[in-house]
């Protein structure tokens, strides 16, 4: 899922290229965006009893959880300091 990198550096405030430009809440509002489309375009394709059948967006919210979870450790060992 394309969301997912741009959600993710949003929230780290990291610097990615989106639609909207760089920045935080451009690449969370982007995330967010292509997060909606994708459900939208799923929903229209097969219904909305499918998600539940199918796994990629269960496997998607499991690796968004885990970020959650893990994620203030990741973000203090791969941050680098501009000192």
């Known amino acids: 899922m394309n969301a997912m990198p741009h959600f993710v ?3 780290w405030k990291g610097r990615m290229f989106s639609a909207f430009g760089f ?3 451009q690449n969370i509002a982007y995330g967010l965006l292509n997060f909606t489309i994708s459900i939208g375009l ?3 394709q097969h ?3 499918a998600i539940f059948d199918n796994g990629i967006y269960a496997g ?3 690796i968004l959880l885990i970020y959650f979870v893990t994620g203030q450790f990741w973000y203090k060992l791969f941050k680098k300091d501009d000192k």
Do not use: H, R, S, T
Request: hydrophobic share 60%; net charge neutral.
């Open 9 to 11: 550096l949003g929230i």
């Open 60 to 62: 998607a919210l499991a």
């Open 23 to 25: 920045g935080d809440k």
């Open 47 to 49: 219904g909305a009893v």
């Open 42 to 44: 799923f929903i229209y």
